[in-house]
Nanobody
């Protein structure tokens, strides 16, 4: 299973970015898809997840600002990030769960300037 993430970059506070992560390879019936992030000097933390049925879950710090979605036909998960804050600066990793095994993408850097 390969995960290709894109959409990171530099944005000013208050701006928006959209991350995408496409899964490919020997995949069938992906369960949960999601995004985690790791800021410098901090542990990786969950940002948002979406189940195969469309149930979403968000970290309190991003509720109301970030929206996760998925396109099952394309095996792709998206993260729309609005009202970005400098504290959102991190490397964002996508994750998919397939048959009970977690697969991680390489990460994409999001930098929010104040």
């Amino acid at each position: 299973v390969q995960l290709q993430a894109s959409g990171g970059g530099l944005v000013q506070a208050g701006g928006s970015l959209r991350l995408s992560c496409a899964a490919s390879g020997n995949i069938f019936a992906i369960n949960d898809m999601g995004w985690h992030r790791q800021a410098p000097g901090k542990q990786r933390e969950l940002v948002a997840t979406v189940s195969s049925g469309g149930t979403t879950n968000y970290a309190d710090s991003v509720k109301g600002r970030f929206t996760i979605s998925r396109d099952n036909a394309k095996n792709t998960v998206y993260l729309q990030m609005n009202s970005l804050k400098p504290e959102d600066t991190a490397v964002y990793y996508c994750k998919v769960v397939l048959r009970g095994i977690s697969y991680w993408g390489k990460g994409t850097l999001v930098t929010v300037s104040s």
